[in-house]
């Protein structure tokens, strides 16, 4: 019995990490159409590479190199994508298109120049299951905030009363995809959708921005708590992981914060 074989049968896998791009992909940060902007793309294939590693033969594998250039000519010869999840999923023809077999195909895209407040950029995970006809795993479906940088009264000490100090956030969205529970579970005023384009992504980031700026807790506990009800009870958004830093709290410490997750429980709202 090849004891190596059974044990990594599909947990092997072929990455590329942050390969860097350009390409129309919505609207830009300025809210303008048909402008370019950086993608940085990391792309994890699942694949057996145990008859490869033991004859130590290339043919018997994916390339790495060639799912690079096929992703970069693809994208370079498309140019222009309506938002991140349609970009994410023609990466899945891409898959299929050049036969590169293997399972679960991850796609993890960043948008660094999107967002003139998240300084880190916009960005989207997915995941296509294996098979002969990718289909999407709904429940890999993540929209990520990077680095959102902004300012609020937020402490418990005498001085941190006084004026705004920064805090650092970052977000991990999923949206319900279930297309009837806006309509059956939701209050009525729900109706906007973090589906990847930049129309709506400009409707949730105004509300969390002026959430923050407006606020004025004595603890980042109620602050990220604060955003992730916001998020929940207002968008069809299934769950959400805030994480909220305060660069300056300590002397001698980069940042300390704190990070929730929470998420929207039909029966009786959040959880």
């Known amino acids: 019995m090849n004891i190596l074989k059974t ?31 950086p993608v940085v793309l990391s792309i994890a294939l699942q694949q057996n590479l145990v008859n490869a590693a033991a004859r130590d033969d290339i043919n018997q594998t994916v390339s790495y190199g060639q799912i690079c250039k096929d992703v970069t000519k693809y994208v370079e010869t498309a140019k222009s994508f309506d938002d991140l999840l349609s970009f994410n999923n023609s990466l899945c023809q891409v898959a299929s298109l050049n036969k590169w077999g293997g399972g679960n195909l991850d796609v993890f895209t960043i948008l660094p120049k999107a967002s003139l407040r998240a300084e880190g950029g916009l960005g989207l995970s997915t995941s296509f299951l294996g098979g002969k006809e990718r289909m ?7 929209f990520l905030v990077k680095d959102m940088k902004l300012y609020c009264i937020i402490g418990v000490n005498s001085h941190e009363r006084m004026s705004k100090q920064l805090v650092v956030i970052n977000l991990m969205i999923e949206e319900d995809r279930a297309e009837n529970r806006a309509q059956t579970t939701r209050k009525a ?29 004595e603890t980042l506990e109620s602050l990220a708590t604060e955003i992730a009800t916001t998020a929940l009870t207002g968008y069809t958004v299934s769950s959400i992981d805030v994480s909220v830093e305060k660069p300056s709290a300590l002397a001698f410490v980069e940042g300390a914060g704190v990070q929730i997750k929470r998420t929207f429980a039909e029966d009786s709202g959040l959880k």
């Not at 990594?8 to 809210?31: E, R, Y």
């Not at 999407?136 to 993540?142: A, C, L, M, R």
């Not at 709506?200 to 980031?205: E, I």
């Open 189 to 217: 005023q729900v109706t906007r959708r973090i589906d990847g384009h930049a129309s709506n992504w400009k409707l949730l980031l105004p509300d969390l921005i002026q959430t923050v700026e407006s606020s004025g807790y």
């Open 7 to 37: 044990r990594l049968d599909t947990q092997d896998i072929i990455f590329l990490k942050n390969l860097h791009l350009s390409a129309v992909v919505g609207k830009d940060a300025w809210g303008r159409a048909a402008k370019a902007q």
């Open 136 to 142: 999407i795993d709904d429940s890999s479906v993540k």
